[in-house]
């Protein structure tokens, strides 16, 4: 939202409300239908995807750079994810229809949300490759990286649990992952609930994919910001024909 012209900006402010979630709030379950966006001002929301055995993994860490339930503007639908607080914090709160209205209304909102989508879309793709190919040392040095990129020091609010349920891994294997991180240097000491890191030995530690989101995906989304809008229709009044057209394109 920071990226919006005061006025673009102004279609929504009236109608945002502030809210407060602590660790382990779940904003968003799976199956519901979306009738909210919420944009983070500070934290961090893990979207979590659920088999049907009841394991889940992480898809993405969401913290103020994103939103939740943007994909709504593609149409009505119901989550496919769980949205789960890692770190608390403050979001602001819209409904769907107030943002749907204020989408048709504003290339500049269209714009922004496009991007958004297409970084989503991104660092799903990254995230799944890291899932794939990646030890579970590298992925948990990883997802405690992205989380502390949203707290403001070295004690990460995370438990045992709630790192089995990022990695979609077994207690066990999480707690023998620890075990390996402590030895190297990358954590100092972990408590219940409480996680002190060194980063640097994290970094060292982490798969690529962090360094490569945070060097490509960041800088290429805020470069888009960054440009002047185009017009860019609202996708429900793109003509079939020509959505199937540009489907086509390589």
């Not at 660790?23 to 659920?50: H, K, N, R, T, W």
């Not at 049907?52 to 009505?76: D, K, R």
């Amino acid at each position: 939202m920071a990226a919006l012209p005061p006025a673009d900006f102004h279609l929504l402010s009236p109608h945002l409300q502030n809210i407060a979630f602590e660790v382990d709030a779940a904003l968003v379950q799976s199956g519901d239908e979306l009738d909210q966006v919420y944009f983070p001002q500070s934290g961090a929301i893990a979207f979590m995807a659920e088999m049907p055995n009841g394991q889940t993994v992480a898809t993405t860490l969401m913290g103020p750079e994103g939103a939740i339930g943007s994909l709504t503007v593609l149409g009505p639908s119901h989550s496919p994810i769980t949205a789960i607080a890692r770190v608390a914090g403050t979001a602001s709160q819209i409904s769907v229809a107030k943002l749907h209205s204020a989408y048709r209304r504003s290339a500049a909102i269209r714009h922004v949300v496009h991007v958004h989508i297409r970084t989503q879309i991104l660092q799903l793709q990254q995230v799944a490759a890291c899932n794939a190919l990646h030890p579970v040392e590298q992925r948990m040095a990883r997802w405690l990286l992205e989380l502390h990129d949203h707290v403001a020091d070295d004690v990460l609010p995370v438990t045992q649990e709630a790192l089995a349920q990022l990695l979609g891994v077994r207690r066990t294997t999480v707690t023998l992952a620890m075990s390996k991180l402590r030895v190297a240097g990358a954590l100092k000491n972990d408590r219940r609930g409480l996680v002190e890191i060194d980063r640097a030995q994290l970094e060292h530690i982490a798969c690529e994919c962090y360094t490569a989101m945070r060097s490509r995906i960041g800088p290429a989304y805020d470069d888009e910001l960054s440009r002047p809008p185009r017009w860019v229709a609202p996708i429900e009044e793109i003509r079939p024909e020509i959505r199937a057209a540009r489907a086509e394109r390589p």
